[in-house]
Nanobody, 125 residues
């Protein structure tokens, strides 16, 4: 059974930092983080190509967020380091695994087959 389990969400003041973690029971070509607020479409935040190490970021988080992978043996954990958090970063964050057909799809939700249940991030002033 494929499982993606997110952790690390919580409440933080604007300007602060959080690190999200995703424990994956599946190996995939791409892992990504998405976020969603009620009434809005799910938004791609960051993606990581496992074989190439290439990373992709939404313009809104570029320079503030970093996606990475734990390369320790027998682990499959993906992280999202979030710095300089803003009020607009408040959302439920989801980890996803899949195989985008092109790099242009790296931040598209439709390119990902497996999803976690999400973890809430709340940024306050």
């Amino acid at each position: 059974q494929v499982q993606l389990v997110e952790s690390g969400g919580g409440s933080v003041q604007a300007g602060g930092s959080l690190r999200l973690s995703c424990a994956a029971s599946v190996y995939a070509y791409y892992f990504a983080w998405f976020r969603q607020v009620p009434g809005k479409e799910r938004e791609g935040v960051a993606a990581l190509g496992i074989s190439t190490g290439s990373t992709y970021y939404a313009d809104s988080v570029n320079g503030r967020f970093t996606i990475s992978r734990d390369k320790a043996e027998n682990t499959n954990r993906i992280y999202l380091e979030m710095n300089s958090l803003k009020l607009d970063d408040t959302a439920t964050y989801y980890c996803a695994a899949g195989l985008p057909l092109s790099t242009r799809q790296a931040l598209h939700p439709a390119a990902y087959r497996y999803w976690g249940q999400g973890t809430q991030v709340t940024v306050s002033s």
